[in-house]
């Protein structure tokens, strides 16, 4: 038993780091490796900070961490965007992933924010 699983943005993002691991699968069957391999980099590095945010021997360890699990959200939303908009996935697919990290990323704003006081 994992002792972060009732945490709502672990789950959240392993989820969504799996889905990831599965459109890095898909993709590559069809050839697609530059871009999908910086997608697999940012979306699983997502839930990866947070989980090492779990363990943070600082307040200030934990702001860092989590203010990267943010960024690399970001920058998996760029990602998403170029392959949609390459044609690499199709608009449904790429809606479905965004939906998922919009609200990672919008717990993570908050998180960061109230880090922040």
């Known amino acids: 038993m994992n002792k972060y699983e009732n945490n ?11 889905r990831i691991v599965k459109l890095y699968k898909f993709l590559s069957k069809e050839k697609e490796f530059v871009l999908s391999k910086q997608l ?4 699983t590095s ?3 900070n947070i989980t090492e945010a779990q363990e943070a ?18 920058e998996s939303r760029y990602w998403i965007n170029l392959l ?4 690499y ?15 990672i990323i919008k717990i993570l704003s ?8």
Not at 40 to 43: A, F, L, Q
Not at 58 to 68: G, Y
Not at 110 to 117: G, R
């Open 8 to 18: 709502s943005i672990v789950k959240k993002s392993y989820q969504f780091a799996l």
């Open 46 to 48: 997502i839930g990866a």
């Open 84 to 87: 949609k908009d390459s044609e």
């Open 40 to 43: 697999m980099r940012s979306g």
């Open 57 to 74: 021997i600082s307040k200030k360890d934990f702001k860092n961490k989590m203010s990267i699990a943010l960024k690399e959200s970001v």
């Open 110 to 117: 908050k998180i960061v924010k109230n880090a922040n006081t």
């Open 89 to 103: 996935l199709s608009e449904k697919q790429a809606e479905s992933l965004l939906n998922d990290l919009e609200e």
